[in-house]
């Protein structure tokens, strides 16, 4: 043992009040066994020694070693660790004051706002909960400091059990915001403290393998038995991606600061991988068999561009018949008395997108007798939709959008406009997947872009979706109907007009907020989703 280490274990002793074995470490963090602390060797673990004794000690006087770790999951062990390694080194800082210098002097440069990563998360969290006046703008990270603080004020700092429980309520938060914990890469954030292996034991039972490890803590389900080619609505073979198109940024509208914050959301366009689904497969999605074309009607009405010229009456004048009547008459021939234009009937050319809602809810079975699942539904009639248009003069567009964050607004362009309902498009409809959120305001944005680039005619974005505007990132329930509100006026202010079917029998409220009293329909039924969308798409086509 040199000086140095003696003399931390001289420290150990005095703060712990018992014989510390100091040692060092060959590693990269250190390592509490017992009575014997393992520190790592290098200049900046050095610097980190004194916070490295004081922490491990705080362990040896507050907390309980070798707690069954069984019943945990990977990640609650994670959060559990973080939040004890808290409580202790603030219970030490409440009898050592002048240690809590040395905790902060150890902590690492602030995580980039943008990382939602689980490490990223905890480190944000140590740092709330390490410096009273620091700040976070993250609901999860603002909730941890909000439960511990309340937890402290309720039971106090000595009460484990309290603060496992809110551990529980965090991990379970990070389950539902779909963070993703892998055991093998994560290192506790911050550097003075151990690996935190003195707080479990994990019995003798095998490690899982990492497959394992990533199912359970992600609670994804092993897939299930492959079926046979073509049968129903099968998935793509794996190892084939999404082909990305291309990425735009968009505003997002802060209803607490009534402004926009410019370049906040990314929209990443993407072509699902459907390679390896024939068109015999993808008749599933549609209903099963050959597609029957609804019986849309042709909104016909007057078209004040369509002029009829050579008419018996009308409100101008056709200038080429009145010169051939002149003609007519210096050549003594009996002039054509049809002198007049007027406007014309005809079918008046328009552009709908139909903007299907691909978010996770969209799975969710339970519509029809054969408990079929909203995005099969919706796959159905947006088929039924196209097949019906194919031979007329409306333009048709089918897109599609989910969203994990204001980083990864994923759009799926299905069907083009004017692009014919070919077995590639069948096949890309049938084998895009709901997956995420919805972040409905960025799509919206992105859907009228696209429709401004069409003949002028009218122009329409026709949502479907099943819920209200929502993703991880944002825990302010009015926040995102705020934004998708203000995305559909500045739709409007550059002519597109939005509208929405809305398959769920809660949504008046908010998805008349969104889209205006008369620019909305609810379906209580999903199974009534085919006729619904063709009579709104027929009425938006017809809209003046």
Known sequence: MTDAHGALSLLARGLAGIDVDVQPLAGARAVLTGRRLLLPEGDEAVRLHRAMVAHAVAHLRYSTPARPARMLKPMGIAIVSALEDARVERLLCRDFPGLHGWFTAG????????????????????????????????????????????????????????????????????????????????????????????????????????????????????????????????????????????????????????????????????????????????????????????????????????????????????????????????????PDARLFMRPGKGPRPSSVLVLLDLSESANDAGHGDGAVSLLDLEKQAALLLAASNARGIDRLAIHGFSSNTRAEVYYYRLLEFGQPLAPPSRAMISAVRGRYSTRMGAALRHAASHLQAEPTGPRAILLVTDGAPSDIDVHDPKYLIEDARQAVAEARDVGVRSACIAVDGAADAYVRRIFGWRNYCIADDARSLPARLARMSTRLAAAH
Request: hydrophobic share 40%; charged share 30%.
């Open 107 to 334: 902590l690492p440069p602030a995580p980039d706002p943008l990382d939602l990563r689980f490490a990223a998360l905890v480190a944000r969290m140590d740092r709330l909960l390490l410096l009273a006046d620091a700040q976070d703008d993250n609901h999860w990270v603002n909730k941890a400091r909000r439960l511990f603080d309340e937890t402290v004020a309720r039971a106090g700092l000595e009460d484990y059990d309290a603060f496992r429980a809110i551990a529980s309520i965090l991990a379970n938060d990070l389950g539902q915001m779909r963070v993703r914990f892998e055991p093998q890469e994560y290192a506790v954030p911050a550097p003075w403290r151990d690996d935190n292996s003195y707080l479990w034991d994990f019995g003798e039972a095998e490690t899982p393998p990492d497959d394992a490890i990533a199912l359970q803590q992600t609670g994804v389900r092993p897939p299930p038995p492959s079926k046979a080619p073509n049968e129903g609505n099968e998935a793509p073979p794996e190892g084939i991606a999404d082909m990305e198109l291309g990425r735009y940024t968009y505003p997002e509208w802060d209803r607490t600061q009534e402004r926009l914050r410019p370049d906040w959301c990314t929209v990443i366009e993407k072509l699902p991988a459907w390679q390896g689904l024939g068109a015999a497969g993808t008749s599933g999605a549609a209903g099963g068999g050959r597609i029957v074309p609804l019986a849309l009607p042709r909104a016909r009405h007057l078209d004040r561009t369509h002029r009829l010229r050579r008419q018996w009456e009308g409100d101008d004048i056709d200038l080429n018949a009145a010169i051939e009547v002149l003609v007519d008459r210096r050549l003594r021939l009996r």
